[in-house]
């Protein structure tokens, strides 16, 4: 099972508004609603921050967003502020025998 | 309050093993599938094994028939038994709660390094 695919950086100002894409294929992404991503500061454990393709966990702001077309996800964090600096990985349910796979995981920057 | 806190990594020469674990509170881990999550050093996640509350256990390719996950329902505890550790094993090993398909809650991680 290969890693799904995600653009290795992605910057904006503050304020702005961005988006995260995650290609996989139709044994995963595109097969299934079972999109999550993830939030990691340096050194730090990743946190959840979308499940199921477009739903927050309590306490995670409404500035981050899903969304799914096809074989790609989204991730869009809007109203961009400097504690949003970091990595996100994406995670689909997968057909394959391992029935997980993480993105390759993209970095943002802050402005 | 839900917790996981991993321990057991270290420095270890290839070929060798260790065992990694990881306490939980907060809630049953038998009662839950409870995986292992690998990062490489500036590197990506990548998931390595899972323990689901029915006892089955799954591998990625890469780690299968060297490691071994385990849990102590006793101790409310899960393990990853590594075994003929090598130098790409190197990484940061978390223990993570599944919850219908995603990961809800990770320990801080524990550093494993494979070297001579």
């Known amino acids: 099972q290969s890693a799904l695919t995600q653009p290795a950086s992605v910057s904006g100002s503050p304020g702005q508004s961005i988006t995260i894409s995650c290609t996989g294929s139709s044994s995963d992404i595109g097969g299934y609603n079972y999109v999550s991503w993830y939030q990691q500061h340096p050194g730090k454990a990743p946190k959840l921050m979308i499940y199921?393709?477009?739903n927050r966990p309590s306490g995670v702001s409404n500035r981050f967003s899903g969304s799914k077309s096809g074989d790609t996800a989204s991730l869009t964090i809007s109203g961009l502020q400097a504690e949003d600096e970091a990595d996100y990985f994406c995670?689909?349910?997968?057909?394959?025998?391992?029935?997980?796979?993480f993105g390759t995981g993209t970095k943002v920057t802050v402005l | 309050e839900v917790q996981l806190v991993e321990s057991g990594g270290g420095l270890i020469q290839p070929g060798g093993s260790l065992r990694l674990s990881c306490a939980a509170s907060g809630f049953t881990v038998s009662s839950n599938y409870m995986s292992w999550v690998r990062q490489a050093p500036g590197k990506g996640l990548e998931w390595v094994s899972v323990i689901y509350s029915g006892g089955d256990t799954y591998y990625a390719d890469s780690v299968k028939g060297r490691f071994t996950v385990s849990r102590d329902n006793s101790k409310n505890t899960l393990y990853l038994q590594l075994n003929s550790l090598r130098a790409e094993d190197t990484a940061v090993y978390y223990c993570?709660?599944?919850?219908?398909?995603?990961?809800?809650?990770w320990g801080q991680g524990t550093l494993v390094t494979v070297s001579s």
């Open positions: 995670s689909s349910y997968t057909s394959s025998s391992t029935r997980r796979v």
């Open positions: 199921d393709v477009s």
């Open positions: 993570a709660r599944e919850r219908d398909r995603f990961f809800d809650y």
